[in-house]
């Protein structure tokens, strides 16, 4: 283990380590359900607390210059790289995914320190051509405040270098609660942001298990001015209407039901790797993961067949052992789920090609179900699980009315060699994200987010800035 040094059990509140009361929870390894560390339960009184010192630092941390704050971002990052070992360790033992995905995480997540911290310098206002010949009309960006970040636990990592590097790098301070199951992560990361150089009560990290008081506080206080969420459409909604009464910005990272097209001119070996990487990371509990593959009735036979066979190479086991490609669910009620998942589509005409059964108490094979239709759960609910479920079209408007058939518009994929097609299908997808003869589209250079209720505002790329800034129009009047 190279991470005890990393390891903390309390919340991080201005520039400390902070239990509040005696209560504890345990945080569990969901590969065998151990105890991995018992934390503190700071709930609403370190939830309070952490606001106000966020609220304080704001006054001096809003005056640094985007310069000063790019430097101790870039030491945030060099401290995440360095630590990859130790923080990829804790994220396997926390959520249960690969290690080797864990490593990718670490690097997935602290290029978005490193982005921010050179985009921070970037955040331009503009000089206007005045409408009178004696005024002079200026726009800055400032930073929105105290912002209140809440993150899922499938990216321990990521999902709050997100959101905390562009608000650091605007000049606010950041109040994060981290998913109860996995907050050992966040707080190694605050503890290197310690090191790096951040002011006490710059970014503070609450720990708790009461996620609806710890979130209603946030949205309640009028000294926070903007949430940040990443997690399912249901709490979204609970936090926009949280947030009215105090009129905050808001952005919501929400649920997906992403479809995977796969046309009669693709490339099927392509399109079959491109179904595997998208849909089987982190055991399938991803937001962009592949929910329902869509295919041509004239490849349906060979797709299917070639997709089993690579679904089938696939390791399920503990995500700390070598060559494992599936870790475990992250609980018994995910793992009752997706099993839910799969008796529905059997009793409505579903054929398991492959998998479909529960192993032990945590794991699901990677499953394979044929001849899926529009009635099964599936195709309206977002899978978070290692289940393909493969359905049959004619022509391309009967594919795009199929993908389009959800309430969902976060990622979206399709495989065709067709030029012409790849355009019209691309615009006429319903979904913040398109991926063309691509399932990995997540990088810190491109915005990610999405539309209808999949949330709104974007993360990461030169739009990811956007989210923590306001705009200020300056009106110089009587140059004479
Ligand atoms: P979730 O139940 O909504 O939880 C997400 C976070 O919200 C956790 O920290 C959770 O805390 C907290 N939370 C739960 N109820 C709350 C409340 N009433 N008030 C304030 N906070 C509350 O989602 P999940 O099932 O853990 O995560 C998976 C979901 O996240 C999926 O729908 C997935 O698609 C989505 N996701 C979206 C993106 C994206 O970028 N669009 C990325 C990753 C995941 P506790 O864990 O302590 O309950």
């Not at 870039?74 to 360095?82: C, G, S, T, V, Y």
């Not at 649920?255 to 097209?261: D, E, Q, R, T, W």
Request: glycine share 10%; charged share 25%.
């Amino acid at each position: 283990m190279n991470n005890s040094n990393l390891i903390f059990d309390r919340s991080f509140v201005d520039g400390k380590w902070i239990a509040i009361g005696a209560s504890k929870f345990d945080i569990v390894n969901p590969a065998n359900g151990q105890k991995i560390k018992s934390v503190n339960d700071g709930g609403v009184a370190i939830s309070e607390k952490a606001i106000g010192v966020a609220f304080e630092a704001f006054q001096g941390w809003k005056k640094t210059t985007a310069k000063f704050r790019a430097t101790l971002l870039e030491k945030w990052h060099n401290l995440i790289l360095d630590n990859t070992e130790g923080l990829a360790e804790i994220m396997t033992l926390e959520c249960g995914k690969p290690l080797k995905e864990s490593k990718g995480e670490v690097s997935y997540g602290a290029a978005f320190v490193k982005w921010f911290a050179e985009e921070g310098k970037r955040t331009y206002g503009d000089v206007i051509p005045p409408h009178t010949e004696n005024r002079r009309l200026v726009v800055i960006k400032q930073a929105v405040g105290v912002v209140g970040a809440i993150t899922p636990w499938n990216f321990p990592l990521a999902m709050i270098t997100r959101k905390v590097a562009p608000a650091l790098a605007a000049g606010c301070t950041v109040v994060l609660r981290p998913a109860e199951e996995t907050p050992l992560t966040a707080l190694a990361i605050a503890h290197l942001a310690s090191i790096a150089g951040f002011p006490p009560g710059v970014f503070n990290v609450i720990i708790g298990k009461d996620a609806s008081a710890m979130g209603k506080v946030l949205c309640e206080s009028e000294k926070v001015k903007k949430i940040s969420f990443t997690g399912s459409t249901r709490v979204g909604h609970l936090l926009m209407s949280q947030s009215a009464s105090t009129l905050k910005k808001l952005s919501l990272e929400l649920g997906g039901n992403a479809p995977f097209i796969v046309f009669e001119d693709a490339n099927i070996d392509m399109a079959v790797e491109g179904t595997i990487v998208s849909k089987f990371r982190n055991s399938g509990q991803t937001c962009v993961c592949v929910n329902r593959v869509i295919v041509h009735e004239k490849i349906y036979e060979k797709f299917s067949q070639k997709l089993k066979k690579a679904i089938s190479k696939l390791k399920v086991g503990n995500g700390m052992e070598e060559e494992v490609n599936i870790g475990p669910l992250i609980n018994k009620d995910a793992l009752k789920k997706v099993n839910d998942f799969v008796e529905d589509a059997i009793l409505k005409g579903g054929e398991v090609l492959l998998g479909g059964k529960r192993i032990g108490e945590c794991f699901f094979e990677p499953t394979l179900i044929s001849n899926a239709n529009l009635e099964m759960n599936f195709s309206k609910e977002e899978i978070f699980g290692p289940i393909i479920p493969l359905y049959k079209f004619s022509n391309d408007e009967e594919a795009i009315k199929m993908a389009n058939n959800t309430v969902y518009g976060l990622a979206s994929y399709f495989f065709s060699e067709n030029v012409t097609r790849c355009w019209r299908v691309a615009e006429a997808l319903e979904y913040g994200m398109v991926g063309i003869n691509e399932g990995l589209i997540s990088t810190e250079l491109a915005p990610f987010g999405g539309i209808k209720f999949s949330g709104q505002g974007r993360e990461g790329s030169k739009y990811g800035m956007d989210d923590y800034l306001d705009i200020k129009y300056m009106c110089f009047g009587n140059i004479i």
